[in-house]
């Protein structure tokens, strides 16, 4: 497949595909991996680290790739009404409802070329590995590309499984990109994506039409490498609200002609908000209440900042992630208080704009199950830990679909250059994926 797929095509009309060669053997899995991580690379580096902007240019060269690599393989591929991409290999029983192996292939910028891609790459090998040898499994199941999981570049996430739910509202496609200001809606529409169904809140998939959903991923903190444990199995995921850019708006002046009590500092107080803000979340911590708390960006206008000037208006993001949503709603409900606390008292005022929510997620405990089963089998422990990221999975899971993750253990974290994800834990991984496929508690 050679630029967009659904030029001259049916949306659901499958690609054509070269005859497959032998079953493959530990060195060949080794080799294909190995390959497809070095080609990303080369595809969608940016010189300091990976940028594959969501409905970009380096989402959908990744997105391509895969495809050809698919193809090659002879397997059937297309894109879906949500521009998501989907390979598939038929099960013995194809009127049966169908598993999802999925993830995601963007990133943040300069993030790492890991992240989400392995879980992509980890569900086509099993396809290739069951292809290859002749095996079919027990169900129909279908690698998915999902577009869109990070929030980095419209201040909301998850995209392509949203959309596929009903899950994306008007607002949402109206968010500007954060480089270019020009809405979701537009690359969504050059994406190939049927925009008018999802702006209406259509479902695109039944969630009784699958089976289940897998993912597997990297762990983006320290707990795996620190316990040792190359693989484990998520219990459940960590919601999140999130505000893109929180705008505060105080009155600019000269820097030596304004006292102190006339001043509306908007930097000043700015800071006094988010300082505010981690007061409460250590209280909350202190009382054992699982909370985290991120403004990964605050800045003032370049065109207007200076070393002389009052700065009369700064912007930062703000994003509150925890496993309970009863949590997440009233820490919330602090921040829009301590924002109008600091208003009246600085004199400045807080806009907020878009609210995006994505609720915590359980992960289903047959599959929790099954995996660690599989993990011990294999010889890797078994090992179970919450999500403190955010996954698709989350999506899936709250849509009804029995929902479940594999964890691959990652050194220095993620959402950074320094992603180092050892090649030999993620072909364990991906061989207690293969195994779910043959063996699904259905």
């Known amino acids: 497949m050679h630029g967009d797929t659904n030029h001259g095509r049916a949306m659901n009309t499958p690609l054509k595909f070269r005859p497959a060669a032998r079953s493959p053997g530990e060195n060949d899995l080794r080799e294909i991996s190995e390959r497809f991580f070095s080609d990303l690379a080369d595809l969608t580096g940016d010189g300091v680290g990976i940028s594959r902007a969501t409905f970009g240019d380096g989402e959908t060269k990744a997105m391509n790739y895969v495809a050809r690599l698919a193809e090659a393989e002879g397997l059937g591929c297309w894109r879906d009404p949500a521009a998501n991409l989907v390979i598939e290999l038929p099960g013995l029983d194809t009127e049966a409802p169908y598993i999802i192996c999925g993830s995601h292939l963007d990133s943040v910028p300069q993030g790492g070329n890991y992240d989400?891609?392995?879980?992509?790459?980890?569900?086509?090998?099993?396809?290739?590995?069951?292809?290859?040898?002749?095996?079919?499994?027990?169900?129909?199941?279908?690698?998915?590309?999902?577009?869109?999981?990070?929030?980095?570049?419209?201040?909301?996430?998850?995209?392509?499984?949203?959309?596929?739910?009903?899950?994306?509202?008007?607002?949402?496609?109206?968010?500007?990109?954060?480089?270019?200001?020009?809405?979701?809606r537009h690359y969504m529409t050059e994406a190939g994506a049927a925009v008018d169904r999802i702006a209406a809140g259509d479902v695109l998939v039944d969630p009784k039409s699958v089976a289940a959903y897998l993912e597997l991923h990297i762990e983006q903190g320290p707990v795996m490498m620190a316990r040792g444990f190359p693989v484990a199995v998520v219990t459940g995921l960590r919601g999140n609200i999130r505000h893109q850019n929180v705008v505060c708006r105080g009155e600019a002046g000269h820097a030596g002609a304004v006292p102190r009590w006339l001043r509306k500092d908007a930097v000043l107080a700015a800071a006094d908000l988010?300082?505010?803000?981690?007061?409460?979340?250590?209280?909350?911590?202190?009382?054992?209440?699982?909370?985290?708390?991120?403004?990964?960006?605050?800045?003032?206008?370049?065109?207007?900042?200076?070393?002389?000037?009052?700065p009369g208006e700064c912007g930062f993001s703000l994003e509150v992630r925890s496993q309970s949503i009863d949590t997440l709603e009233t820490f919330y409900q602090l921040v829009r208080s301590e924002a109008d606390a600091?208003?009246?008292?600085?004199?400045?005022?807080?806009?907020?704009?878009?609210?995006?929510?994505?609720?915590?997620?359980?992960?289903d405990q047959r599959w929790v199950n099954h995996l660690l089963t599989i993990c011990d089998r294999l010889g890797l422990g078994r090992e179970a830990l919450p999500s403190g990221a955010g996954h698709d999975a989350a999506v899936f899971a709250n849509a009804g679909v029995p929902s479940a993750m594999i964890f691959v253990r990652n050194d220095h974290g993620s959402h950074n250059p320094e992603e180092a994800m050892d090649l030999d834990d993620f072909l364990k991984g991906a061989d207690v994926l293969f195994n779910a496929l043959l063996e699904p508690p259905l």
């Open 274 to 310: 988010l300082s505010r803000y981690d007061e409460h979340w250590r209280a909350l911590n202190e009382r054992g209440m699982d909370l985290v708390l991120t403004a990964g960006i605050i800045a003032t206008n370049p065109a207007e900042h200076a070393m002389s000037r009052i």
């Open 116 to 184: 989400g891609a392995a879980g992509v790459l980890a569900g086509l090998l099993a396809l290739i590995r069951l292809r290859r040898a002749g095996i079919v499994p027990p169900r129909t199941v279908r690698v998915m590309a999902l577009r869109g999981e990070e929030s980095a570049w419209f201040g909301v996430c998850y995209l392509g499984s949203s959309a596929l739910f009903g899950q994306l509202a008007s607002d949402d496609m109206a968010r500007p990109h954060r480089d270019t200001g020009k809405p979701l």
């Open 342 to 363: 600091v208003g009246r008292e600085r004199g400045v005022g807080f806009d907020f704009g878009l609210r995006s929510l994505t609720e915590p997620a359980v992960m």
